[in-house]
């Protein structure tokens, strides 16, 4: 083709060196802004503690009317929850509250407590925080889904005291009978996308 000419590249050397420094600087510093808003997102939403709550601030994130039996608050270790959980005295019932996912207000969840017996004592694992206990050491706990009017119901095997936060950093007895190689983190990571996931599929967050 007749008269055709490449576009000339452009050269290093079209700019002088302060200008390209102050570029690299600034594309460094935009790249390192971003990578730490991702973390803290990230932060907010898995594997930050739970904050701590008063008596009426658990209440507060029920449906009103809910008739509730908090227990003691006062020995808690609220830095090593990612839930704070509780089973009724008549043991039929559970209860949680937690800090949504989405926009880190607390929210109260109340579930039916089902005991599952077994005719032999057999291992059961925990589909929350995957802990093997060797026998009688979780519970069936529905949730209604919202917005169905109580016709349906999701269900869950979890450990029959929810205490599954205290499991994950081995604060209570006995260990796992299965140790996994898993590192902490991942394993709060896991458990938390878990349970969110659950209670998501019924509306609850």
């Known amino acids: 083709m007749n008269g055709w000419r490449p576009c000339p ?9 302060g200008t390209m420094r102050s570029l690299q600087e600034g594309s460094v510093a935009t790249c390192a802004s971003n990578e730490k808003r991702v973390a803290t997102n990230r932060l907010t939403r898995y594997g930050s503690p739970m904050l ?3 008596r009426e601030q658990i209440a507060a994130a029920f ?18 929850l990612d839930y704070f959980g509780w089973v009724h005295p008549s043991g039929h019932l559970g209860f949680i509250v937690l800090q949504s996912p989405h926009d880190g207000r607390s929210r109260g969840i109340r579930m039916s407590r089902a005991k599952r017996p077994a005719k032999k004592p057999q291992m059961e694992m925990c589909s929350w925080c995957h802990h093997v206990h060797k026998a009688n050491g979780t519970a069936m706990f529905t949730v209604p889904v919202r917005g169905s009017e109580g016709r349906h ?11 599954c936060s205290l499991r994950i950093r081995n604060l209570v007895q006995p260990d796992s ?27 609850q967050l």
Request: include cysteine; glycine fraction near 4%; proline fraction near 4%.
């Open 177 to 203: 009978f299965m140790r996994e190689t898993l590192y902490q983190p991942a394993k709060i990571w896991r458990m938390q996308t878990t349970m969110h996931k659950w209670l998501g599929r019924a509306n």
């Open 52 to 54: 701590a709550l008063n």
């Open 153 to 163: 119901t999701l269900g869950n095997v979890v450990c029959k005291d929810l205490d």
């Open 9 to 17: 590249t452009p050269k290093a050397n079209l700019l002088d060196r």
């Open 63 to 80: 449906d009103e009317g809910e008739v509730l039996r908090v227990p003691d608050l006062e020995n808690v270790q609220w830095s090593s």
